[in-house]
Structures are given as structure tokens and as C-alpha cells.
């Protein structure tokens, strides 16, 4: 792949106006997942990463690879079991916890110092480490630089008006010659009510429509 931005058949639809209120607070987040709430989870992996991996990956090994907003996706333990370091975040502790427990993995959890209330669980063979936290309070953390990040929805799910900051602490995680392989839906918020995002200080929430791949290498992150 050259360094170029490959984006399928999305068309952008950039009035931010009707989709200002659709946001919900951390709460409100964390109750979703203990009513279980969360139809944008697949239990048997996202189709578009299964269909792109090879790709993705580049038959590179050991690669450090981010997981933004990962809840307790399958495709985390893909690529630990593959040998590479999986590093997520996510709000809701019970997501990470599920996580862990569905995956049959052993974890230990730590407080994270430079964020009050927060904490990091961790794998017991110390290749999966996730962070619960606010997404945008993670770059008081050092958590080092990545060779892939998988955004599963991320991106979608952050409230329009906070993309340039969600992009820029993206940016601020990679690697050169890194790859962004990213999951977005195409539809008009004029037409379709589409989701609720969750309010993070800036925002975040889910949809299903009209999914499509952007596959983005060096600092084209996202066209």
C-alpha cells in the first residue's frame, strides 16, 4: 500500500448542527453495559478487520497495536494470540472485565497515577493492557507509540466537534510508517437519527449503517 488514504464510497456529511444532542454521559455509558446495551459489540469479530488483516498486518511481527473505545472486543485477543502487544481503552470497567473473563485470561489491575479514579487491568502474560479511563485523558499517561491502530468505531462514535482533538492524541500515538485501519459509517444524519454519543468532556457513542473500510498509512489518518 502506498501512503496514501484508501476510502470507500464514503460520502460526508458534515452538518454537526443535528447531531449536538445526541450524546450521553459517562454514566449513562457505564449503565449500558450493565443493562447490556451494547449491540455494536460482535461477538465473532468485525468482518471488515478479518477481511483486511493480511493487509494490516503486513506479515510484521511483535507490533504494538491500540484498541480506542475497545469495550471487549474479540479482535484484542486476535492479535495478543499472534504475538503482538495489545494495548485499549474504555470507559467502562465491567466492558474490560467481561473482557478477561470471556477471553479466559488471567489479569491483574493497578491504579493509573496520573489520572484520579482510574485503572489499568492487565494480562498475566503482560501482552494486553487496558485502560480505564476518558479517552482524552490518556495522553497524561505514557503509554508509548504504536505500529497499528485498530478503530473499530471509534472515530464514529466521538461527537463530530471533537474529531480534530480525537485525531490529533491518534496521531500523537503513532509510530512512523504506522497503519490505521478504521471502520466508519456513511449516512445522512439529516434523514436517519443515527446514535446517541457518549459525552466524554468531548463525546463518543454507536450506529449501524452502511459500513465501510478507510485504510490510512503514515500521517493519512483519515480523509
Not at 502506498?2 to 449513562?28: A, F, G, H, W
Not at 497503519?179 to 439529516?190: E, H, I, M, N, Q
Request: hydrophobic content about 35%.
Amino acid at each position: 500500500m502506498d501512503d496514501t488514504s484508501t476510502l470507500i464510497d464514503v460520502k460526508e456529511y458534515p452538518d454537526t448542527e443535528v447531531q449536538k444532542n445526541r450524546v450521553l454521559t459517562l454514566e449513562e455509558w457505564r449503565e449500558k453495559w450493565v443493562d447490556g446495551k451494547i449491540g455494536f459489540h460482535q461477538e465473532q469479530g468485525h468482518q471488515l478487520l478479518k477481511k483486511h488483516l493480511d493487509t494490516f498486518l503486513k506479515g510484521e511481527n511483535v507490533l504494538r497495536v491500540f484498541f480506542p473505545l475497545c469495550g471487549k472486543a474479540v479482535e484484542m485477543k486476535w492479535f495478543a494470540d499472534r504475538g503482538h502487544c495489545v494495548v485499549g481503552v474504555e470507559i467502562s470497567e465491567l466492558g474490560i472485565r467481561e473482557f478477561f473473563t470471556e477471553q479466559n485470561l488471567s489479569y491483574s489491575e493497578e491504579p493509573i497515577m496520573e489520572i484520579p479514579g482510574a485503572k489499568v487491568f492487565k494480562s498475566s502474560s503482560g501482552n494486553i493492557s487496558l485502560y480505564c479511563c476518558n479517552l482524552f485523558d490518556l495522553p497524561r499517561v505514557n503509554i508509548g507509540k504504536f505500529d497499528r491502530i485498530w478503530d473499530r468505531g471509534a472515530l464514529v462514535a466521538v461527537n463530530p466537534g471533537d474529531r480534530k482533538c480525537y485525531t490529533d492524541i491518534m496521531l500523537s500515538l503513532t509510530r512512523k510508517g504506522f497503519r490505521y485501519l478504521l471502520a466508519v459509517l456513511s449516512y445522512d444524519p439529516t434523514k436517519h437519527p443515527g446514535c446517541k454519543r457518549m459525552k466524554l468532556d468531548h463525546r463518543e457513542g454507536n450506529n449501524q449503517q452502511n459500513q465501510k473500510a478507510a485504510y490510512g498509512m503514515g500521517e493519512n489518518i483519515c480523509k
